[in-house]
């Protein structure tokens, strides 16, 4: 007899029926999947690199150590922003970071992290899983063999931490900021010089006067950084990143291989990430906004709305341009304006007069 | 040798291993688990129904048919609001429901699904997973033997359907309208008669003028019930529901009985669908919305800024009762009465000032 012949014999309803702690181990032992993934953060950065440990984690704990998932931070098996041809090309089977920074293989990438203007957390999730937002982003994936899946959002971020006062439009002239992507465009667009330099290097340039502001990302990921000793203002709200997208890239051939279940694993894994990452920076955010405001006597300011106003304006210019790239990047720009122009009515009325009536 | 033996020689690592498409045939078979998950809604009731169908579809797919789950409607197995007790006494394995319908077990369950001017989805779900929440809630259904998890939100609710103009609060003295809970007990406060009836007799009430005005979830769901054509006036913002969730029931004992992958299973996909239920109604409140205003020409309308700060002052009263009930219930209170301060700030600059700077 041949042994896989028997195992199916003995296997299915007979011997095995009701051996439930058995059968479990049996399982385990057989079918070991072991992945990498390669993230654009460094290990363990809060919120961003945590959410791929837990995702990572989720993934082994559901599929009983089917698969497991070895999590390397950036540099470590590649740099940050070769993430997405690693797991493209199969030198990791995930990857975890967020979609605009692939802009250089289409711009339209970048409507599945956030652009100016555009979707909230709760409004981004709604497009995605329940507006079609989710079938472009595959469309788009596919032709580097990847699937792209949601897992996680940082929520609106803040405008960035400022050494001059915004009080109009002109203030932004001259101003050197770090503030990549189509933000960066928007501030040009207004006068100002954007910048783009890695975390690392910028509370040096802040402390020397290289960098007169910088946006990052809210309270929680801020304060660790120490703004608040080399920076006068903290402005808000983020006009140019109201709620961004962290992506889980799985690579295609390898999500093939694995049996039905664990595939559901990995995509409802991704899926349980995702509540969890904006649960996470809603509650600590507000922890550091407490620690920046009443410890370290952090000045928070709004942003005039005046110079909104006319952010928006700008930025609904370099939004549209986007449209024009190429024929998928103008289906996926009209499906998410369509859907935030629904949204935004059904918005006002609900999560907007909501938050007045209780702040009155 | 006996036949448990004989499975654990062969099992691990030297027959099965590398028979990767065997072995979780092996597994599907050996340690299947039949329940049934009663809930407290229409058998596919919108959002709410079909997010008790989701959630057992997913624990299916991803156990690879290891837990099979059957979902009953309110009334198939059990009445709606006997889901609590159905599964606390192993009826049932699982429930789906809302966690304020248990108030006569404890009044301090209402704080899990939500209370008048309380928190929204997005800071609900902040509280629960990061604020301690959950921990609280677990403790809570501890003494029934039963596991809670949130499994979905609706989001900000609509403040209901008038057929009278609210100007001022003196409007509401005398009004005759379904709102049950503590909603009800402000409108009582506010001088009006607060009713409680099923469903499915709204409409006819309100016809009748047996009722003066109703309250019931949001466009999606109001829309399927026909209210428009019953009803002039339709009030926002849903201030005594601002963002309800739904909740999982886990039998403990039968909960303990599944292996720890499957045990993982169970409440990530909980999770999942907490994310899923919020995206659908955010999508789709928005596309009824539109239905509502423009093919049936419904007057949307706000109520007053006064009438508003007036509801807050009794709600705030009547939540505030709650933490006097039993020493319970003013834990959960303190917890989430200091988590919605502090998570109101930081709305105030996030979420709720880029919502203002996006309608300027």
């Given at each position: 007899?041949?042994?896989?012949?028997?195992?199916?014999?003995?296997?299915?309803?007979?011997?095995?029926?009701?051996?439930?702690?058995?059968?479990?181990?049996?399982?385990?032992?057989?079918?070991?999947?072991?992945?990498?993934?390669?993230?654009?953060?460094?290990?363990?950065?809060?919120?961003?690199?945590?959410?791929?440990?837990?995702l990572?984690?989720m993934i082994?704990?559901?599929?009983?150590?089917?698969?497991?998932?070895?999590?390397?931070?950036?540099?470590?098996?590649?740099?940050?922003?070769?993430?997405?041809?690693?797991?493209?090309?199969?030198?990791?089977?995930?990857?975890?970071?967020?979609?605009?920074?692939?802009?250089?293989?289409?711009?339209?990438?970048?409507?599945?992290?956030?652009?100016?203007?555009?979707?909230?957390?709760?409004?981004?999730?709604?497009?995605?899983?329940?507006?079609?937002?989710?079938?472009?982003?595959?469309?788009?994936?596919?032709?580097?063999?990847?699937?792209?899946?949601?897992?996680?959002?940082?929520?609106?971020?803040?405008?960035?931490?400022?050494?001059?006062?915004?009080?109009?439009?002109?203030?932004?002239?001259?101003?050197?900021?770090?503030?990549?992507?189509?933000?960066?465009?928007?501030?040009?667009?207004?006068?100002?010089?954007?910048?783009?330099?890695?975390?690392?290097?910028?509370?040096?340039?802040?402390?020397?006067?290289?960098?007169?502001?910088?946006?990052?990302?809210?309270?929680?990921?801020?304060?660790?950084?120490?703004?608040?000793?080399?920076?006068?203002?903290?402005?808000?709200?983020?006009?140019?990143?109201?709620?961004?997208?962290?992506?889980?890239?799985?690579?295609?051939?390898?999500?093939?291989?694995?049996?039905?279940?664990?595939?559901?694993i990995v995509?409802m894994a991704c899926?349980a990430a995702?509540?969890?990452?904006?649960?996470?920076?809603?509650?600590?955010?507000?922890?550091?906004?407490?620690?920046?405001?009443?410890?370290?006597?952090?000045?928070?300011?709004?942003?005039?709305?005046?110079?909104?106003?006319?952010?928006?304006?700008?930025?609904?210019?370099?939004?549209?341009?986007?449209?024009?790239?190429?024929?998928?990047?103008?289906?996926?720009?009209?499906?998410?304006?369509?859907?935030?122009?629904?949204?935004?009515?059904?918005?006002?009325?609900?999560?907007?007069?909501?938050?007045?009536?209780?702040?009155?």
């Amino acid at each position: 007899m041949k042994r896989r012949n028997f195992i199916q014999k003995i296997g299915v309803g007979s011997v095995v029926a009701g051996a439930s702690l058995t059968a479990p181990h049996i399982a385990k032992a057989a079918t070991q999947f072991k992945w990498k993934m390669v993230t654009a953060w460094p290990k363990n950065f809060p919120g961003l690199g945590t959410n791929a440990n837990l995702l990572a984690k989720m993934i082994t704990e559901m599929s009983g150590g089917r698969i497991k998932i070895k999590v390397y931070g950036a540099k470590e098996l590649v740099p940050a922003f070769e993430v997405f041809d690693a797991v493209s090309k199969g030198v990791a089977e995930m990857g975890h970071g967020a979609s605009y920074y692939w802009k250089g293989k289409s711009e339209a990438t970048q409507f599945f992290s956030t652009v100016p203007f555009g979707l909230t957390a709760q409004e981004m999730n709604a497009w995605l899983y329940y507006g079609g937002g989710l079938e472009l982003w595959r469309e788009l994936y596919k032709p580097f063999g990847l699937i792209p899946a949601p897992t996680g959002n940082t929520g609106v971020q803040m405008a960035g931490w400022f050494n001059k006062e915004i009080n109009n439009i002109d203030d932004l002239k001259g101003l050197k900021m770090r503030i990549p992507g189509l933000g960066g465009e928007v501030l040009r667009r207004a006068g100002g010089v954007s910048v783009n330099m890695p975390g690392g290097e910028l509370f040096t340039s802040l402390q020397s006067g290289a960098l007169d502001a910088t946006e990052w990302v809210g309270p929680y990921n801020d304060l660790a950084f120490g703004f608040y000793k080399v920076a006068k203002y903290y402005y808000y709200p983020g006009w140019h990143e109201p709620g961004s997208a962290a992506e889980a890239l799985i690579n295609e051939k390898a999500f093939k291989q694995l049996p039905k279940d664990l595939q559901q694993i990995v995509l409802m894994a991704c899926k349980a990430a995702n509540m969890d990452m904006i649960s996470e920076y809603t509650a600590r955010n507000n922890q550091a906004l407490d620690v920046l405001t009443n410890k370290h006597k952090v000045q928070v300011l709004a942003l005039p709305q005046d110079v909104l106003k006319k952010l928006k304006v700008l930025s609904d210019e370099v939004v549209n341009e986007l449209a024009t790239k190429d024929a998928m990047s103008k289906k996926i720009f009209d499906s998410v304006v369509s859907f935030r122009s629904q949204v935004t009515r059904w918005g006002a009325i609900s999560e907007q007069a909501y938050l007045q009536a209780r702040s009155l």
